[in-house]
């Protein structure tokens, strides 16, 4: 059996702070970014509202809440709440803290689609809204800064593929673990700097209790949903509750009638008035669009007969290309259903004499490891970029045969195409 909470406003000042530092502690964790207690509240409060609009969250009522955080607690416990639900919060942050003795790498080659909740997301933007006008030349410039940081990204990321080549092949069969033959940069600096022991074994521990707390949080999550089904409860009896005072307070604001018979007649006579001229327009407004249909209706026909006399073979093309193109494209799909993978791998050096050593090394009890090669990632990579140029040719072609349509339509404006 579980009691409906009920929230003075001096407890809800009390819990209200604190829940929105947790929330923005544990939002930045999930985007990871740096954060410190020492931050003033009303970023916190920036930050947690943007990031719950990011992941899609779509109560007006928590955007509405004041930057002091003042007010709030029950908000926050239904947004904390969505988030256990909707993005498996608990699930991110243990995947975030894992310390991590291996060499990984995150590979992913499936093609799924935006999730419902950045497709769907609420147009409530917490206090961040773009300016009605934009520069141009400021819009290039962010796309240029992009492309060197996108550059120079690249250019890190073969370095450290180049370094950790060189750690994978110096200490290849140096392994107590035949199946991966090799240290990884942790363990070798760990061979390096044997103090460092206590600070891992400090993490691993961390780890531990972590995933031990997760365990006893599964045990009681009935509880917790079941309590929260109450909690939903209380807010809507309370809203229907302030919905009919609401209205009986609207009403107490109008005149009554009976008090003001002196101004009624000429009120009556107003209203009349209005009726009248209201009726003049309402058969205004008839016959205009009776009008505008008629133009629209000789538009149309015009332009069926200018459609009949044109050849209709560069259009059947052009659908044909885009039938094939779809055809191609479900084939990929379908042929390389089964052997997308998405998630974090770990690096392990291979080459033909290592892998014959270690395949004869194996003994009877040992099951296979699922693997993967570069060179079947590096090939769905490249499948899939072929894909996505040729889409993109086809909508460059849509658009450039849309903007000479309606260049047509100008006169004395002549494009050059690029």
């Known amino acids: 059996m579980f009691c409906k909470l009920t929230f003075s406003p001096l407890c809800a000042l009390l819990q209200s702070l604190p829940f929105w530092r947790l929330l923005y502690s544990l939002l930045k964790q999930i985007h990871g970014g740096k954060w410190t207690e020492s931050d003033a509240i009303d970023i916190q409060i920036r930050f947690v509202k943007s990031a719950l609009w990011y992941h899609g969250y779509g109560r007006p009522e928590l955007y509405r809440l004041p930057s002091d955080g003042s007010a709030g607690s029950r908000e926050l416990l239904l947004a904390f709440s969505w988030l256990l639900h909707r993005i498996n919060l608990l699930e991110q942050l243990l995947a975030r803290n894992r310390v991590r003795t291996g060499d990984e790498t995150s590979v992913c080659t499936c093609e799924d689609d935006l999730p419902k909740s950045q497709k ?80 891992l074994l ?106 009949q006399k044109e050849e209709f073979c560069a259009a059947a093309r052009k659908i044909q290309e885009a039938v094939e193109l779809k055809l191609l494209d479900l084939t990929y799909c379908c042929a390389l259903k089964k052997k997308r993978m998405h998630g974090s791998c770990r690096l392990v050096f291979r080459s033909k004499h290592s892998a014959s050593k270690t395949g004869f090394s194996r003994s009877v009890s040992e099951e296979p490891i699922p693997t993967v090669s570069a060179t079947e990632v590096i090939r ?24 000479d349509e309606i260049a047509q339509g100008l006169d004395g404006v002549i494009c050059i195409s690029p």
């Not at 609207?250 to 008090?259: I, Q, R």
């Not at 769905?380 to 903007?403: F, G, T, V, Y």
Request: with cysteine; glycine share 2%.
């Open 120 to 199: 769907d997301k609420t147009e409530i933007a917490p206090e961040y809204s773009l300016e009605d006008k934009v520069d141009v030349r400021y819009l290039q410039w962010l796309n240029g800064r992009l492309k060197f940081q996108w550059r120079s990204l690249h250019a890190l990321h073969q370095e450290q593929c180049r370094l950790l080549h060189k750690i994978h092949l110096f200490t290849s069969g140096s392994h107590m673990d035949k199946i991966l033959g090799h240290f990884s940069v942790m363990e070798t600096d760990l061979v390096r700097q044997p103090e460092n022991y206590k600070q």
């Open 202 to 307: 400090q993490f691993l521990e961390s780890e531990t209790t972590q995933l031990e707390a997760f365990l006893e949080w599964k045990q009681l999550e009935q509880v917790y949903w079941q309590w929260m089904e109450t909690v939903l409860d209380n807010m809507t009896e309370e809203g229907s509750m302030c919905k009919p005072q609401d209205a009986h307070t609207m009403k107490s604001t109008l005149p009554e009638v009976d008090s003001c018979c002196h101004w009624a007649d000429s009120l009556t006579g107003k209203i009349d008035r209005l009726s009248r001229d209201l009726m003049a327009v309402h058969y205004q407004l008839q016959e205009l669009v009776a009008h505008r249909k008629s133009v629209w209706y000789e538009k149309v026909k015009t332009r069926e007969e200018e459609l």
């Open 380 to 403: 769905e990579l490249q499948m899939r970029k072929a894909s996505l140029e040729r889409e993109l040719k086809q909508l460059q072609e849509e658009c450039r045969q849309r903007m």
